[in-house]
């Protein structure tokens, strides 16, 4: 009861970004997400936490129809971004996943320069007019990836030849780089260090200004650190979604204390 | 005993001496499998490796060396005076060796005893009727001399062949023998096996190098040889080829020839590597599951075509086709139904599966993450395709490219049916033209003589191809660790 009126109050504060409702996926037989219902706030941080395999990166790609390229990958429900069923027939999945960006579990840089890496999404969407506003554009996003010292040298070197803490830096540069509404990072920092991991959190919170953010973690004190809101699942369910403070310091289910204090997961 | 009993005889002691090494071993330690240093099957093929392995060299080996040494004692008993040169030599050395091959047939048939075959004597009998009665027929009468070196030949091949039954068993038994004695708990079965097996990995990859040595380096010295006839300039800068020159003027030049292996090939790789890549694309990136499963095996049947049927297909349907439209009647550039097109056209079509199932291999091997980035910043299809996985899989297309040039450089039977034989330098690629290799064959194939330019032209010409080939494939293996080290 009181985690609804919460809720309801930071709906008011501010508006809701991505809705989703009585959301289902399959893989195969195999079902991993049931009836997770959640709304996700612009201008904030929401994290997604819980025990290995229970269906958080699952559900990240369904919010921006990552799942489309999975062949055996079924979805039911719905996801509405700013009011609109991601899913309709008429919503093309490519300016959808333009305006949802993400930044994968796994690094993914693409085996081209550190400098093509980055300017990859602001070449394809047009983003810079000519060469020296989409030079500026690499280096303002590499700077916002926290990786911009460590590359300035060596543009042109290929991005897969950086150790992996930076190819995870260079993906988070990547991804801001085309400026999405919604930023999706599934365990954006589990290969940093922690001045890095310090310096992507601060991205965030600088994100936060203008956009909404997604961030799958298992670290209990950064989704303390980084987010307002938090969603717990487990085995393919929604357990509880609420304020951050709250869920940290007086979660309602049995199974999310057990989770944050360590006995399950 | 022949070969092949000898064969199935150390075949038999391996096996016992498997079985016989393995229960050794076994007894050894009385049944228990944890006090033995290797496992009991590896004492067993220790046994079968020795006693079999070393006889089957030394069987291999006196059965080349035999005959050999066999010929050289044999022709020592005809007469200087009897020949020559080396080359009437050999003729009568194999007139030799058929009526020693008629005497032993007689004698296997029952028309001579093996008595009267030691005694025979060419005034008081026909040897040609008699031989010739049991299907071994002579040229011509059979000489005293020959005789003679048949008879030689009869007893130095009976005795070799005792010797080398007793030699080998003696080897397998020995073999055998040592092997069984060693048997025990602590003997490192497993290590003396792995040796042996590294050995048999050694020898099939000399053996490979070796041949390829072997040809590379007969090619090399008759090229020499040709050139010691035929002036290299000329050869390699002739603009004629025509080795029937009347007059004793022959040229032999290859330009013509190159010219139209690169024109043909440069035909074949325009048709064949974009609809090869586009299919490959389409196949890997956008078909469905069931389309793919359907459509990759159809189009790797063609890969499977004998040259020979796409030969047919250039040389009455594709040439004909294109005398229609090109010919007298049509546009008027073609005279006949052979032309430069019609071999191209033809050869790319076959080099089509080629490209497409190599290319199509090398884009799956892109890994699913990396299209996944490429999508998760809103890239469409297409650009994912241009921007990041044909960039990734590059490398391995230009391998699979340079690959289907090789083949189209060394295709023989689509030039012959579909280009015709007329070496020619000429620009439009409606006239007939021909190929090295197709000019190899018309070579060879006539009854010129081994030892004429004419024929050791061919040699020539095999080296040329070889390093054409060889420098592709040195290009694509540059090109591929060039944008390995890149990518990587
Ligand atoms: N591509 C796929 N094909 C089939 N099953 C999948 C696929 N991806 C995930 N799954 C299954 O869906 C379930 C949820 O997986 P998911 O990757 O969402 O877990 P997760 O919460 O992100 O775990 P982790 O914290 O380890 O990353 C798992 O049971 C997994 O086996
Ligand atoms: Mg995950």
Not at chain 1, 69 to 82: F, N, P, Y
Request: with cysteine; proline share 4%; charged share 15%.
């Amino acid at each position: 009861m009181t985690q609804m009126s919460k809720i309801e109050r930071a709906a008011t504060m501010h508006d809701i970004k991505i809705s989703a409702k009585d959301v289902q996926v399959y893989y195969g037989e195999n079902h991993a997400i049931k009836d997770v219902n959640v709304e996700i706030e612009d201008k904030t941080v929401t994290a997604f936490i819980g025990p290995s395999g229970c269906g958080k990166s699952t559900f990240l790609r369904c919010l921006n129809r990552m799942n489309d390229t999975i062949d055996i990958c079924r979805i039911k429900g719905d996801i509405l971004l700013d009011g609109e069923d991601i899913y309709d027939k008429r919503v093309d999945p490519v300016q959808l996943r333009a305006k949802v960006g993400m930044v994968f579990q796994k690094p993914n840089p693409f085996p081209k320069s550190i400098y093509d890496n980055v300017a990859y999404g602001p070449r394809i969407h047009g983003l810079a007019r000519n060469k020296a506003e989409l030079d500026e554009i690499v280096e303002k996003s590499l700077r916002r990836g926290a990786i911009w010292d460590e590359v300035k040298d060596r543009l042109d070197a290929p991005g897969t030849g950086l150790s992996g803490g930076q190819q995870q830096r260079l993906c988070i540069a990547r991804a801001v780089a085309t400026e999405p509404e919604v930023l999706l990072m599934d365990e954006p920092c589990s290969a940093l260090d922690p001045i890095a991991t310090a310096q992507v959190e601060e991205l965030i919170d600088e994100l936060r200004q203008n956009f909404s953010v997604v961030i799958v973690t298992h670290s209990m004190q950064q989704a303390a650190r980084v987010s307002q809101k938090t969603a717990f699942f487990h085995l393919g369910n929604l357990v509880e979604f609420g304020e951050t403070s709250q869920i940290f310091t007086n979660p309602v289910d049995p199974r999310t204390e057990s989770y944050i204090t360590g006995r399950i997961g | 005993m022949s070969a092949s009993w000898l064969l199935i005889i150390l075949l038999a002691l391996a096996g016992l001496g498997f079985l016989l090494g393995r229960n050794r071993a076994l007894a050894s330690v009385g049944g228990d499998l944890r006090k033995l240093h290797s496992l009991p099957n590896y004492y067993g093929f220790n046994v079968a490796m020795l006693a079999f392995v070393p006889a089957v060299l030394v069987l291999g080996l006196w059965a080349v060396a035999q005959p050999m040494v066999i010929d050289a004692s044999a022709s020592g008993v005809i007469p200087q005076t009897y020949y020559q040169d080396e080359g009437a030599l050999n003729l009568i050395m194999s007139d030799v060796r058929r009526v020693a091959e008629g005497l032993d047939l007689a004698v296997a048939q029952g028309v001579l005893s093996a008595s009267e075959a030691t005694v025979l004597n060419t005034q008081t009998t026909d040897l040609r009727a008699l031989l010739g009665g049991v299907g071994v027929a002579l040229g011509s009468e059979v000489a005293p001399e020959v005789l003679a070196a048949a008879q030689k030949m009869r007893v130095m091949t009976a005795t070799g062949n005792w010797i080398m039954t007793a030699i080998v068993l003696a080897a397998g038994l020995g073999g055998f023998l040592v092997a069984v004695r060693m048997t025990q708990a602590t003997l490192r079965a497993r290590n003396l096996v792995e040796s042996g097996i590294l050995i048999l990995l050694i020898g099939a990859a000399s053996i490979a190098i070796l041949t390829t040595l072997g040809i590379v380096l007969s090619l090399i010295f008759n090229t020499i040889n040709f050139f010691s006839l035929f002036p290299a300039g000329d050869f390699l800068f002739g603009t004629t080829w025509s080795p029937e020159g009347r007059g004793g003027s022959e040229h032999l030049g290859i330009l013509p020839l190159l010219w139209g292996t690169i024109y043909i090939s440069l035909v074949a790789l325009v048709v064949a590597v974009p609809i090869g890549l586009f299919a490959a694309v389409y196949l890997s990136e956008y078909a469905s599951r069931t389309t793919r499963g359907f459509a990759k095996p159809l189009l790797e049947v063609l890969a499977g075509i004998p040259t020979i049927v796409y030969g047919l297909f250039a040389l009455t349907i594709v040439g004909p086709m294109l005398v229609s439209v090109f010919g007298a009647d049509g546009l008027g550039w073609m005279q006949g139904t052979r032309s430069v097109m019609t071999a191209g056209l033809v050869m790319g079509v076959m080099l089509i599966p080629f490209v497409s199932s190599l290319s199509d291999d090398i884009i799956n091997a892109v890994p699913q993450t990396m299209r996944d980035g490429s999508y998760g910043l809103g890239a469409t299809q297409s650009e994912t395709v241009r921007q990041v996985v044909l960039p990734a899989a590059l490398p391995g297309i230009v391998g699979a490219i340079l690959l289907a040039a090789s083949r189209a450089i060394g295709e023989t039977m689509i030039v012959v049916m579909g280009a015709g034989a007329a070496a020619r330098l000429d620009l439009n690629p409606f006239a007939a033209m021909t190929t090295v290799t197709a000019k190899i064959v018309s070579q060879l194939t006539g009854d010129s003589d081994f030892a004429s330019p004419e024929a050791l032209v061919a040699f020539a010409l095999g080296m040329t191809l070889f390093i054409l080939t060889l420098g592709l494939n040195v290009l694509a293996l540059y090109i591929v660790r060039k944008y390995r080290e890149q990518y990587e």
